[in-house]
């Protein structure tokens, strides 16, 4: 055995001897030599020890369990890159029967059986990637018709909810337009089609509504918001085009209540974006964008690269990215079909709904949301128990939960929630098992010589 293979070994045996126990591994710099793939492998992974289990998140819509066969599917795509068209045209095949599924499943008009091109849209980097498309999209739209009529086309402004996620605003900061956010107020936590009207005008490229809000999991009254617009552009008014942000909901409403209108089936409703890896049940990083048809993707924004031997029409911000989300995406659409997300989407309702039934009924709390919209609820305190939302945070998360307390936006910021988001793979039981936790915290912050010690330290402070 060679003198180098015996230091190779020292590095790892016997266990938690040689260098990784005795010394630490720089943490801003290359480390000078090689590490044995072992010894690497065993120091990253007792690092992430510190992170919070996924499982027990409460706080994120993201993906955390799938299907074993899904994982391993993934785990042999990891090396395909999707933008490789001529190269993985499996891979590729796979993203447009993914997108036309999607595009039928919001009721896309005029799409074709047997032509994957019928449906407009594309897949992309979870729902930020998405939502700067579709704002791109509505901003050349509205540039081109401005243009065409002679007038100005250099103040774009852009209508939403300030309950929007931070990407709106990040599209309005990075290409340069005007965001008008709507206020919220104590008790509503949705925009009004009322709001909606007095905010539009002829410099307004859309106007955003939400499909679950990542506050609150509600749903905004998209028809009637459209029907507001209708009657303004025909009275004269601007024309404005709507935008559903269904990041939350879009994977949810469709199977849950499949005769409200919020989709393509609403004249007014452009283009719309959902997150693959929320309740699409897909491991993070997978989006998708869809527009109503071709007309509402201005061509310019589409590139035509003659790239590693295709001609390939690509409307993205990325360039390269993994072909293994697409295809672990895929395999929920095959495996689970109409029934099985219907019937996934019904069990996490009743599970947010059993709960915040059981928070209702215990008396410390008032439900904002009681998960019947999608399976998200939020839950304030009532009355002045001696101890905040953020107290129950802190108190959950020592016991392993991670339930995020928050302030809700702008005018309504007086009032702070506790919120769960329900995911496949957070079952009934750990809900009870939750629920007992959330009383225990709420008893033990009730003790006097608790809040004497934490008003101790906050005095301190």
Request: charged residues 20%; proline residues 6%.
């Amino acid at each position: 055995m060679s003198k180098h293979h015996h230091h190779s070994r020292d590095v790892i045996s016997p266990a938690y001897t040689g260098r990784l126990a005795t010394n630490p591994i720089p943490a801003l710099r290359l480390p000078s030599h090689e590490m044995d793939p072992q010894a690497a492998y065993r120091f990253i992974h007792d690092e992430l020890m510190l992170d919070g289990s996924s499982r027990l998140n409460l706080a994120t819509f993201v993906t955390t369990w799938m299907d074993p066969e899904a994982g391993t599917l993934m785990a042999e795509t990891f090396d395909k890159n999707l933008i490789d068209k001529d190269e993985y045209p499996a891979t590729s095949a796979i993203e447009q029967r993914c997108v036309n599924m999607v595009a039928a499943l919001f009721n896309a008009p005029g799409l074709s059986d047997t032509d994957p091109a019928s449906a407009t849209g594309v897949s992309t980097i979870g729902s930020s990637e998405a939502v700067m498309l579709a704002g791109l999209a509505l901003k050349w739209r509205w540039r081109k018709a401005r243009e065409r009529a002679g007038f100005d086309a250099t103040k774009p402004r852009l209508v939403m909810g300030s309950n929007v996620q931070v990407v709106w605003e990040k599209f309005c900061r990075y290409f340069d337009v005007e965001p008008v956010y709507l206020p919220m107020e104590p008790g509503r936590y949705v925009i009004t089609p009322e709001q909606v009207a007095a905010a539009v005008d002829e410099n307004t490229i859309g106007v955003v509504a939400i499909l679950g809000t990542t506050y609150t999991g509600e749903l905004e009254p998209v028809e009637e918001i459209a029907e507001a617009l209708d009657r303004i552009a025909a009275s004269g008014g601007p024309d404005v085009p709507l935008h559903v942000d269904a990041a939350s909901g879009g994977f949810v409403v469709p199977f849950l209540d499949p005769d409200l209108l919020w989709d393509f089936r609403i004249p007014r409703v452009v283009s719309i974006n959902v997150s693959g890896h929320k309740y699409g049940l897909t491991y993070p990083g997978i989006g998708f964008v869809v527009w109503r048809d071709s007309e509402q993707l201005p061509e310019e924004l589409v590139f035509r690269v003659n790239y590693l031997g295709g001609d390939m029409p690509t409307f993205t911000l990325n360039f390269s990215r993994p072909g293994n989300q697409i295809v672990g995406q895929y395999y929920n659409f095959l495996r689970l079909g109409h029934a099985g997300y219907r019937n996934i989407m019904k069990s996490l309702r009743s599970t947010a709904m059993w709960l915040s039934g059981r928070l209702t009924e215990e008396g410390d709390f008032r439900v904002i949301s009681d998960g019947s919209a999608i399976p998200v609820l939020a839950f304030e305190l009532v009355g002045q128990p001696g101890f905040t939302v953020f107290d129950v945070s802190h108190e959950l998360r020592a016991r392993g939960w991670q339930v995020p307390a928050y302030t809700m936006p702008d005018s309504a910021s007086a009032v702070a929630v506790l919120r769960i988001v329900v995911r496949e793979g957070f079952s009934a039981d750990l809900a009870r098992l939750l629920f007992d936790d959330i009383l225990e915290v709420c008893n033990y912050l009730r003790r006097d010589d608790v809040a004497i010690s934490s008003q101790a330290q906050h005095f301190a402070h």
